[in-house]
């Protein structure tokens, strides 16, 4: 079974998530906030994060930089509301697959989960 680590500290989209993950055969681990989210990565490593940039304590630029340092060929997926947020993705576009906005295309998010697992 395919493993993957959704970071996010919006409940409602962890949770909803998860579920739809999980109806499609994947395992999902969770965190609520960067800290958890690298606690998690360390143990079970991942081949692909989805991650949410804007999150109290370690953001999601944070977690992605040691998630890089420790397994660069892991797969990150950022999730973000923010439009704002231009200046930080071009610093990131290296470390990146891609960035959805939400609310989540979540037809558009599986099928691109399921080409990085195929990889």
């Known amino acids: 079974m395919k493993k993957i680590l959704l970071v996010d500290d919006d409940r409602g989209i962890r949770e909803s998530l998860k579920d739809i993950l999980e109806k499609k055969g994947y395992m999902v681990d969770f965190a609520t906030n960067g800290i958890e989210g690298m606690e998690l990565f360390k143990k079970h490593r991942h081949p692909v994060v989805l991650v949410d ?67």
């Open 53 to 119: 940039l804007v999150m109290p304590g370690l953001d999601g630029k944070g977690l992605l930089n040691e998630i890089k340092r420790i397994q660069p060929e892991t797969s990150v997926i950022v999730i973000t509301g923010y439009r704002i947020i231009g200046k930080m993705i071009e610093t990131l576009r290296k470390d990146i697959v891609c960035v959805m906005e939400k609310p989540l295309d979540i037809d558009s998010l599986l099928e691109r989960i399921e080409e990085l697992l195929k990889e």
